[in-house]
Structures are given as C-alpha cells and as structure tokens.
C-alpha cells in the first residue's frame, strides 16, 4: 500500500501543479484517499488505539523515510567515492583480496569485507 501511494505522490510531483486538483474526486485521488485511509486505520490497529492523529502521521513518515534512507545513502557513498578517488582504491584492493581476482562478491563475503 506504500509504494503504491509513493507512485501516485511521485507522478503528482511530475505535473504541473493545478491549486486545488488533489481535492478534485478523480480517480486516483479516489485510490490515493482510499490507500491512505488503509495505511491510517492499520497504523492506529498497530498503535492500540491510544495516540491521536500526530503519532500516526510521524509513524507514516518514519515507513516513508526507510525507503528513502537506503537510496540517500547509496548516493551519498557514490558521490564521496567520486570526491576521494583513494579511497575507491582502497576499497577496490579489500575486495579483490576477499573476493579473488575473477569471482564477483556475493552475500557470503559480506562478513569478511
């Protein structure tokens, strides 16, 4: 239910901006309205009914930032390897002495990096 009411956000973001077009019942304003009614009344099922609307909107940013956090830090190691060529020396050398000249690495030389 996430990711598609990402997708729907995402495809907003790319159009131009109409004032008002999101309270317009069309239909994937209907889906996305549905969706967030779903994620809504499971994160208040999960809570236990206690807290009020603030804790379900902080615990839907916290589900959405999960996802964007992996991407952020993917880029964020991309850009400093380009910064610090070095240090992509280093870490190409720790790989090939773990991995071997010819093997690719794969989830059982993860420790050992």
């Known amino acids: 239910m996430q990711g598609r009411l990402m997708a729907f956000a995402s495809e907003a973001f790319r159009k131009v ?3 008002g077009y999101r309270f317009l019942p069309t239909k994937k304003n209907r889906m996305s309205w549905g969706l967030d009614r779903e994620i809504r009344r499971g994160l208040v099922q999960l809570i236990g009914r206690r807290s009020d609307a603030d ?3 902080e615990c839907k940013t916290f589900f959405f ?3 964007q956090t ?3 830090l993917l880029t964020w190691a991309t850009v400093l390897l380009a910064m610090h ?3 992509q020396d280093r870490a190409r050398q720790e790989v090939l002495a773990v991995c071997g ?3 690719l690495p794969a989830k059982e030389h993860l420790h050992k990096l």
């Open 70 to 72: 992996t991407t952020n």
């Open 17 to 19: 901006l109409v004032p």
């Open 101 to 103: 000249l010819g093997e």
């Open 65 to 67: 930032a999960g996802k």
């Open 55 to 57: 804790m379900v909107e």
């Open 85 to 87: 060529p070095e240090w």
